[in-house]
């Protein structure tokens, strides 16, 4: 039986492996047809009305991060998504998406080779996680680990080589998502709604 297809809008690289995770961890039946990556959280806020239109066509999913917005609810209204078309759902991942990825505890300290301790317990409470895990990163066990994620000294780059490379990595093949929920309720709530996304058995 095929499958219901979902067009996904994302981003990064980082968040559509994510988003890729999420829609197989869900009891239910989509397909994604085929991932847009904008590059910037500005592109994508400006793709809203395009994706209100295109998901009469194709159901859309977009997940965006929370950023510096005070909470999702003020970031809907300033980008526009609000009385959704019922084939368009939008999630965001407070405060990024690193924050559901230090949200497995065990298996993010486990792939970076560091503590379980020194993750934070409450990864969303973290004011930004993407540093928060590079942070992470650098007291590695795992010298070329560390090398890859963090960015070298006097880099303009935010990011090392192959953080994103890696990380997408940990989301396919090691990252927990029953965990990761239960530290996250950004995620926790996305799962529920994607769950739910359009009637089960009308296509």
């Known amino acids: 039986?095929?499958?219901?297809?979902?067009?996904?809008?994302?981003?990064?690289?980082?968040?559509?492996?994510?988003?890729?995770?999420?829609?197989?961890?869900?009891?239910?039946?989509?397909?994604?047809?085929?991932?847009?990556?904008?590059?910037?959280?500005?592109?994508?806020?400006?793709?809203?009305?395009?994706?209100?239109?295109?998901?009469?066509?194709?159901?859309?999913?977009?997940?965006?991060?929370?950023?510096?917005?005070?909470?999702?609810?003020?970031?809907?209204?300033?980008?526009?998504?609000?009385?959704?078309?019922?084939?368009?759902?939008?999630?965001?991942?407070v405060r990024e998406v690193e924050a559901w990825l230090l949200a497995d505890r065990f298996g993010i300290a486990d792939f970076l080779a560091v503590a379980a301790i020194k993750v934070p317990a409450n990864p969303e409470g973290e004011t930004d996680p993407k540093r928060t895990l590079i942070n992470l990163a650098r007291r590695s066990r795992k010298r070329r680990l560390a090398q890859e994620l963090v960015p070298t000294p006097g880099s303009p780059n935010k990011i090392g080589p192959f953080y994103n490379a890696r990380l997408t990595e940990f989301v396919s093949r090691q990252w927990n998502v029953v965990q990761a929920r239960g530290?996250?309720?950004?995620?926790?709530?996305?799962?529920?709604?994607?769950?739910?996304?359009?009637?089960?058995?009308?296509?």
Do not use: Y
């Open 1 to 93: 039986m095929t499958g219901r297809a979902i067009l996904v809008a994302v981003e990064d690289e980082l968040s559509a492996a994510v988003m890729r995770r999420l829609v197989a961890s869900v009891d239910r039946d989509f397909v994604i047809d085929r991932i847009i990556n904008t590059r910037g959280n500005g592109p994508l806020r400006a793709g809203v009305p395009k994706f209100k239109s295109a998901s009469h066509v194709l159901p859309h999913v977009v997940l965006t991060d929370l950023d510096r917005s005070p909470c999702p609810p003020d970031l809907l209204q300033k980008w526009g998504a609000i009385n959704l078309p019922a084939q368009l759902l939008v999630r965001v991942a």
């Open 183 to 203: 530290n996250a309720p950004s995620l926790d709530r996305a799962l529920a709604r994607l769950s739910t996304f359009l009637p089960i058995g009308k296509k």
